[in-house]
Nanobody, 115 residues
Framework: QVQLVESGGGLVQAGGSLRLSCAAS????????MGWYRQAPGKQRELVAT???????NYADSVKGRFTISRDIAKNTVYLQMNSLKPEDTAVYYC?????????WGQGIQVTVSS
């Protein structure tokens, strides 16, 4: 069983930055991939960014150039650095991982960007 714990969310003004962290209970090198999703009120959950076990990254078009996903294998932690935040980035952000092709989710963390 994989447990994912997010931290680092909060309230920030437009144009500001936040860094989200996702600490995993297992060795992330054995995960197929890890990533971040978000869900705004009244909207479906959407992909934000992913990183594969080989280190390849993928981003939603809406965050390219502003968000960066990275990982610290020694700490079994994945990060999402969010810069130039916009009010439309306001959402609950979820850490996601695939281990042995089964998906796992964190509990979610609120990010609110004020205009």
């Amino acid at each position: 069983q994989v447990q994912l714990v997010e931290s680092g969310g909060g309230l920030v003004q437009a144009g500001g930055s936040l860094r989200l962290s996702c600490a995993a209970s297992g060795n992330i090198r054995s995960f197929n991939y890890m990533g971040w999703y978000r869900q705004a009120p009244g909207k479906q959950r959407e992909l934000v960014a992913t990183v594969t076990s080989g280190g390849s990254t993928n981003y939603a078009d809406s965050v390219k150039g502003r968000f960066t996903i990275s990982r610290d294998i020694a700490k079994n932690t994945v990060y999402l650095q969010m810069n130039s935040l916009k009010p439309e980035d306001t959402a609950v952000y979820y850490c996601n991982a695939a281990y042995r092709l089964s998906p796992y989710w964190g509990q979610g963390i609120q990010v609110t960007v004020s205009s």
